[in-house]
């Protein structure tokens, strides 16, 4: 399944939503670095409608300015690195066709669509523990999943679990 090419029309209309959450990547030396927050966000949007998130943007006041990523490559390899180490990810759900490197006006971002996870695989969170790593995405913020959306969570996941072994 192609992904639909990225387009910004209106550089003054970006802005975060309930899909959308932009994210700077600079690091400390200005050349790109994986933001630590990203991982609650691609928590919240596995384990609701999904989304994108779009590193290389800047926030300042609820204004947006595309900034770009120096050195992308290291960010991604970084990225792949934590998504497939299930001591930091619960399950990788990306396909390499999620993630993608575009540029827009001379400037690199980073592109990663994140589907809403199977049922089977909720929840996805971050660390070890699902009931202190799980998100999910209310309005334009990510919200720490309470227990009982967690027991939920796995109680339903348990039962999609049992019918797909049931077939």
Known sequence: MNNPPFVLDDISDLHESAQ???????????????PEDIWATYSSFANTLGGEIILGVR????????EGIAN????????WEILDDPSQTSHNILALSDVQLI???????????VPEAPEHLKP???????????YFRV?????HA??????????????CNKLLKGR
């Open 146 to 159: 309470s227990r009982r959306q967690v027991t939920q969570l796995m109680r339903r996941a348990h039962h």
């Open 20 to 34: 959308v959450e932009f994210k700077l990547a600079a690091g400390r030396d200005g050349q790109g670095q994986l």
């Open 103 to 113: 540029e827009i006006l001379n400037k690199k971002l980073i592109r990663i669509r």
């Open 59 to 66: 926030e300042d006041q609820g204004q947006f300015t595309i």
């Open 72 to 79: 992308p490559l290291p960010v991604l390899e970084h990225f």
């Open 124 to 134: 996805i969170f971050i660390g070890g523990d699902a009931y202190t790593g799980t």
């Open 139 to 143: 309005g334009d913020a990510d919200m």
